[in-house]
């Protein structure tokens, strides 16, 4: 039974460069679990990035018209949704 409450070790290479969100910090190899960590990234300047990479990825997303969330505009003319007069 003991082995079911036994502590996951997290998961990744040695070589890898992470950034970790728990302790702000950049760190080689699986030190935290995936969910505190952004990566893996090639080089430790890449993870160091991390955080400015992830604002400039959101921005673009945001900014990308095939991801909005609202519903297109029926084309002119067009009374689906008219109420009835």
């Known amino acids: 039974m003991a082995a079911l ?5 997290p ?3 040695a ?7 728990k302790h702000q910090k950049v760190e ?7 969910k505190d960590r ?5 080089t430790r300047e890449e993870a160091a990035r991390a955080i400015e990479t992830a604002r400039e990825r959101d921005e673009d997303w945001r900014s990308d ?5 609202r519903e297109p505009e029926p084309p002119e003319g067009d009374d689906t949704d008219a109420s009835p007069s």
């Open 38 to 42: 952004l990566g893996p990234y090639a």
């Open 5 to 9: 409450f036994r502590r996951r070790m």
């Open 15 to 21: 070589g890898e460069w992470y950034y970790c969100l």
């Open 65 to 69: 018209p095939r991801w909005r969330d």
């Open 11 to 13: 998961t990744g290479k």
């Open 28 to 34: 080689e190899g699986p030190e935290c679990p995936a």
